[in-house]
């Protein structure tokens, strides 16, 4: 017979000593991450603005006909004054530079077509965008998830089959489409929707504390305002809701089907465990993580998706600022309008991947 030999258990202190490097290895890969994405952030918004500035001077319109109109275009005073106010008379690259300078002493411009500076505009446009943005978000979340898990509990049933040809309809028809039928139809047929705008004209919006009219509402203890504008909110956050709940929809169904599919599953189910405690519990883990990435690209492409909706139901965020803007010619406008929304977009994501990190360290181990 063969002497065993039994290995000691470590005490308590050592399995915890064997735990710390591990712990201080993924919080290391986490602030290399996290430093990673802070020093390629101004490279990222370098090339933004870069890429913007040369758009609008290489457009084919001309800024000082649209200003001064076909009558005073044709005074060659006049023109070479309006070039020389905004600097369309310099070489391109000191154009840029100056560009830059301003940018970074918070000068955003001044508005060609209102004369007034730029970053008063969008401050007062922006959050009514964030209200839309966070509202139609929400209205995704409500649709897509839902309807990812019942597909894919019940998957090729009739269920499932109606699920696949909403993510398939609202995955390919264009926001303005949408918007132009939300509006014949829930608010000129049927009436079940608020007009055009924000709020009624003959109500007086609340004083201004955040912005966001809802909540300045509630601060000022005007319950009705509040609810004049949840209504008018209801048709833009509708139709952009509708068109990316299909992606959450069609995410969370792919990812719960992969789930349901694995060892886990069938343990559970082996153990006699409920089906609606096995997909929500166990399964719907698995499709939190892509979920929460694809929350911080759809918060960002809310911003720039919403130009089209804003414009077609009157709702007066930035990106009915910059249509407006854009069939003026004013670049400036235009400029800083896309210059937010890719900073917004830029921001949350990144926000979105430091999370998604933490939620996941794996990927921290793997960056």
């Known amino acids: 017979m063969t002497d065993q030999v039994v290995t000691p258990a470590p005490p308590d202190?050592?399995?915890?000593?064997?735990?710390?490097?591990?712990?201080?290895?993924?919080?290391?890969?986490?602030?290399?991450?996290?430093?990673?994405?802070?020093?390629?952030?101004?490279?990222?918004?370098?090339g933004m603005t870069l890429l913007m500035f040369l758009i609008s001077r290489f457009l084919p319109a001309d800024p000082a006909v649209a200003f001064?109109?076909?009558?005073?275009?044709?005074?060659?005073?006049?023109?070479?004054?309006?070039?020389?106010?905004?600097?369309?008379?310099?070489?391109?690259?000191?154009?840029?530079?100056?560009?830059?300078?301003?940018?970074?002493?918070g000068d955003l411009g001044t508005s060609i077509s209102t004369s007034r500076p730029v970053a008063d505009e969008l401050a007062a446009a922006f959050p009514a965008t964030l209200e839309l943005a966070v509202a139609a978000l929400l209205v995704s979340l409500l649709i897509g998830i839902p309807l990812g898990i019942l597909a894919?509990?019940?998957?090729?049933?009739?269920?499932?089959?109606?699920?696949?040809?909403?993510?398939?309809?609202?995955?390919?028809?264009?926001p303005f489409v949408l918007a132009l039928l939300a509006?014949?139809?829930?608010?000129?047929?049927?009436?079940?929707?608020?007009?055009?705008?924000?709020l009624d004209p003959f109500l007086d919006p609340p004083p201004t504390v955040t912005g966001v009219m809802t909540v300045d509402a509630l601060l000022a203890g005007q319950p009705a305002v509040a609810l004049d504008v949840l209504h008018h909110l209801v048709l833009p956050a509708v139709v952009l809701g509708i068109i990316h709940g299909a992606f959450f929809a069609r995410v969370v169904r792919s990812t719960m089907v992969d789930a349901l599919r694995g060892d886990f599953v069938r343990t559970a189910r082996g153990k006699g465990l409920p089906g609606?405690?096995?997909?929500?519990?166990h399964a719907f883990r698995f499709a939190l993580i892509p979920t929460l990435s694809l929350v911080g690209l759809t918060f960002g492409e809310l911003f720039a998706g919403a130009i089209t909706v804003e414009t077609i139901t009157g709702w007066p965020g930035v990106g009915r600022y910059m249509y407006n803007a854009a069939t003026k010619l004013d670049f400036?406008?235009?400029?800083?309008?896309?210059?937010?929304?890719?900073?917004?977009?830029?921001?949350?994501n990144l926000v979105v991947d430091l999370l998604y990190g933490v939620a996941d360290p794996r990927v921290e181990e793997a960056s």
């Open 13 to 46: 202190g050592a399995a915890a000593d064997t735990r710390r490097p591990l712990r201080r290895g993924r919080r290391g890969g986490r602030r290399r991450s996290i430093t990673r994405r802070l020093v390629t952030l101004p490279f990222l918004l370098l």
């Open 152 to 174: 894919a509990a019940r998957r090729s049933s009739l269920l499932d089959r109606l699920t696949g040809g909403f993510t398939l309809l609202g995955v390919s028809m264009p």
């Open 332 to 348: 400036p406008a235009v400029m800083a309008g896309t210059l937010l929304i890719g900073v917004a977009y830029v921001l949350v």
């Open 68 to 105: 001064l109109g076909n009558n005073g275009a044709d005074n060659q005073q006049a023109v070479d004054a309006f070039n020389a106010k905004y600097g369309l008379d310099r070489p391109l690259w000191e154009q840029y530079w100056i560009y830059l300078d301003r940018l970074l002493h």
């Open 276 to 281: 609606r405690l096995i997909v929500g519990r």
């Open 183 to 198: 509006l014949q139809v829930l608010y000129l047929r049927l009436g079940w929707v608020a007009g055009p705008g924000r």
